[in-house]
T-cell receptor
Framework: DVKVTQSSRYLVKRTGEKVFLECVQD?????MFWYRQDPGLGLRLIYF???????EKGDIPEGYSVSREKKERFSLILESASTNQTSMYLC???????????????FGPGTRLLVL | DQQVKQNSPSLSVQEGRISILNCDYT??????FLWYKKYPAEGPTFLIS?????DKNEDGRFTVFLNKSAKHLSLHIVPSQPGDSAVYFC???????????FGKGTSLLVTP
């Protein structure tokens, strides 16, 4: 069974703190993604990675960085957390490109981050 | 700029009736479309997809229709059940990309 896990379900941090969100997938997928979900804005892509040590900016990368040292693990880093980064963060993984082989993305349960 | 649009933030339907969720897209390069379902405090789960070479795909109570000329797709749920109450996201991709473009979601409430 497909599994994407995220290190924390809920997190409370202070403004200016460095925050690490971890995501692990056990499906040997090539691609991993970080999204944030905000009310009225849907899911917005922050960064994705199509291979180990490779990363691509998504639609809203400002204020974030990522790390993928191992295939199964993709970390999202908030270098200096700000209140406007309070959100639900969702990690996803997929094997191929959507549509080419009917591939889809599998999501983790999400991390709800509150920055005070 | 939002390339995938779900213009109805919410929808309420009675149990047993049909739920129709709509989605429009602007990018003519999109050729694969998906619907995801999301319960509160959980990650989205894949529901159904359709390739641009088809105009309909059915899976049990769920059917997705694609109208390429109108750049419009819809998800039909028949019959609707209270357990279908969730937020539904429409997503699209092109065969040159890895990422999905998501709409803002439609919150469906199925009342007994």
């Amino acid at each position: 069974d497909v599994k994407v896990t995220q290190s924390s379900r809920y997190l409370v941090k202070r403004t200016g703190e460095k925050v690490f969100l971890e995501c692990v997938q056990d499906m040997d997928h090539e691609n991993m993604f970080w999204y944030r979900q905000d009310p009225g804005l849907g899911l917005r892509l922050i960064y994705f990675s199509y291979d180990v040590k490779m990363k691509e900016k998504g639609d809203i990368p400002e204020g974030y960085s990522v790390s993928r040292e191992k295939k199964e693990r993709f970390s999202l880093i908030l270098e200096s957390a700000s209140t406007n980064q309070t959100s639900m963060y969702l990690c996803a993984s997929s094997q191929g490109q959507p549509g080419l082989a009917g591939e889809t993305q599998y999501f983790g349960p999400g991390t709800r981050l509150l920055v005070l | 700029d939002q390339q995938v649009k779900q213009n109805s933030p919410s929808l309420s339907v009675q149990e047993g009736r049909i739920s129709i969720l709509n989605c429009d897209y602007t990018n003519s390069m999109f050729d694969y479309f998906l619907w995801y379902k999301k319960y509160p405090a959980e990650g989205p789960t894949f529901l159904i997809s359709i390739s641009s070479i088809k105009d309909k795909n059915e899976d049990g109570r769920f059917t997705v229709f694609l109208n390429k000329s109108a750049k419009h797709l819809s998800l039909h749920i028949v019959p609707s059940q209270p357990g279908d109450s969730a937020v539904y996201f429409c997503a699209a991709s092109s065969n040159s990309g890895y990422a999905l473009n998501f709409g803002k979601g439609t919150s469906l409430l199925v009342t007994p």
